[in-house]
């Protein structure tokens, strides 16, 4: 399993659309904060936090993600290579894992610079370090939550086809709709008392609620329930092909 996650790692490190992919998100988030005079931009607006950061992420990984998961299951089914992959002496589940914490870690590797962003907001405060330390720790976990989320929905969508175009489209898709559709359906205010249970369904709701610094156990439960019903479901789509 390790060798495998190894060989997902640099594989994407060595190519150059991995790069890429990594400078895009920082290129817009920072250009976002602190260059285009908008609402988003840091200095202009005047508080020493990042706010904005986490705003926009999310939005950014909708396109992140999906370019550094397509490539999953999709190239090798491809290709022909993921045959080979199922005669080593490794099981499904530790494919799909070794590939979900791949693509996870090139999520964080991509994330972690953005920790300068954090430490220019320290220093501009005023008095210096006057930051709510907790809500940019709690909006951090949850940014990996969030991002576990759409690997998990990456690494799925990668296992249903063999197009890494469509692959990534579909995941897209369907990360675009668990974050933003079920508020969506909440904002229609159609059914009355489970409005907030629909609400609750998607990926916003949890996320902002993360991000106010509280980590609640519902929260958690949720990230961890939704991340295993994706893994779980590639996992099938696997075995179905196996027989």
Partial sequence: MFVLFKKEIFGFLNSLIGYIVMAVFLLINGLFLWIFPMEFNVLD?????LDSLFMLSPFVFLFLIPAITMRSFAEEKRTGAIEMLFTKPITDFQIVMAKYWAGLTLVVIAILPTLVYFFSIYWLAYPIGNVDIGGIIGSYIGLLFLGASFTAIGIFCSAITDNQIVSFVLAVFISLFCLLGFEFIYSL??????????????????????????????????????????????LYVLQRRNR
Avoid: E, P
Wanted: charged share 10%; glycine share 12%; aromatic share 20%.
């Fill in 45 to 49: 607006f005047g508080y020493a936090t």
């Fill in 189 to 234: 205010a159609l059914f009355g008392k489970i409005d907030i249970f629909i609400q609750s369904l998607g990926i916003q709701y949890h996320y902002r609620s993360i991000s106010h610094g509280v980590i609640d156990t519902r929260d958690l439960i949720y990230f961890i329930s939704f991340n295993a019903l994706f893994i779980g479901g590639t």
